[in-house]
């Protein structure tokens, strides 16, 4: 009997920095915000990521770009922290959210776990938090005991849950010149194998690929994409935000270890578009 792989891919082109999705919401543009949306699932993800920005005006956006795209495609949405602060986007989401993403700060994590768990939404918590910043395997499954203490205390579903180990880039000199940009892998490997024996049950993991190769030249990062994907897959990874137009990196999510077929559940959508080289 074949093994399976259940790993999420979630579309990230829907991010402010994108001057795609900045020009439709300046315009009002729904044509576009469509397109987006339609080249994205064509190519074959499963969710979307939606970040629409800090800026104020960004809280007014957000009903209008969920029902343009909740027309479009019918796929969940991964969209930013700010939506906690707006019930009516919540109830819009149709209980189909996740909410990407939140700090594991213990002022506040209780608070936007019960605000998620009201919506019937998922939450992705990021595993750091004042006055920590993971770099080893130990610290992040610190950092992820204490985010499972507050799930438990609050009766937060750990299956709604995602945790992002985070990749971090050492800050000293001689680690930086040593490590040539690359972030702490093989810590962040470790952390998504050894999660499931922290909780006594299976954790949901989420990372974007795009973190990974920040401080890397941009001609390295496909590079780096398409071979750290079967790495963190092998590992245990659930779901992955990336770049849907990277024709082989999608052909490795969606099989990302030879001799398993990818199970995750594809939300039927209509799309009609050719996909397109990324230019952000």
């Not at 608070?111 to 595993?127: I, P």
């Amino acid at each position: 009997m074949k093994k399976t792989s259940s790993l999420l891919i979630i579309g990230q082109d829907m991010h402010i920095m994108n001057p795609a999705l900045f020009q439709s919401l300046e315009n009002r543009d729904r044509s576009i915000l469509a397109q987006m949306a339609r080249k994205q699932v064509k190519a074959g993800v499963h969710a979307l990521d939606l970040n629409l920005g800090p800026a104020k005006k960004s809280n007014q956006r957000f009903p209008w770009v969920v029902e343009t795209i909740q027309k479009t495609v019918n796929v969940p949405l991964f969209i930013s922290s700010r939506v906690l602060a707006q019930p009516e986007t919540l109830n819009q989401l149709q209980k189909t959210a996740t909410i990407n993403s939140v700090t594991a700060d213990p002022e506040t994590l209780a608070a936007d776990m019960e605000k998620a768990k009201k919506y019937s939404a998922r939450l992705v918590v990021l595993l750091v938090r004042p006055g920590l910043t993971p770099f080893s395997v130990d610290e992040r499954l610190q950092v992820a005991g204490e985010v499972l203490e507050t799930a438990s205390r609050i009766n937060f579903p750990f299956m709604d849950l995602y945790l992002d180990p985070l990749f971090h880039i050492h800050p000293d000199p001689v680690t930086w010149q040593l490590s040539r940009g690359l972030p702490d892998i093989d810590s962040v490997l470790e952390t998504i194998r050894m999660l499931p024996q922290l909780a006594g049950e299976n954790i949901n993991t989420l990372v974007a690929l795009s973190s990974a190769s920040q401080f890397l030249p941009p001609a390295e990062r496909t590079g780096l994409h398409r071979r750290l994907l079967p790495l963190l897959a092998a590992a245990g990874l659930n779901a992955v935000i990336l770049n849907a137009h990277d024709s082989r990196l999608m052909k490795i999510a969606l099989n990302p270890l030879p001799g398993m077929k990818n199970t995750a559940p594809v939300p039927q959508a209509n799309p009609e578009l050719d996909a397109a080289t990324l230019s952000w």
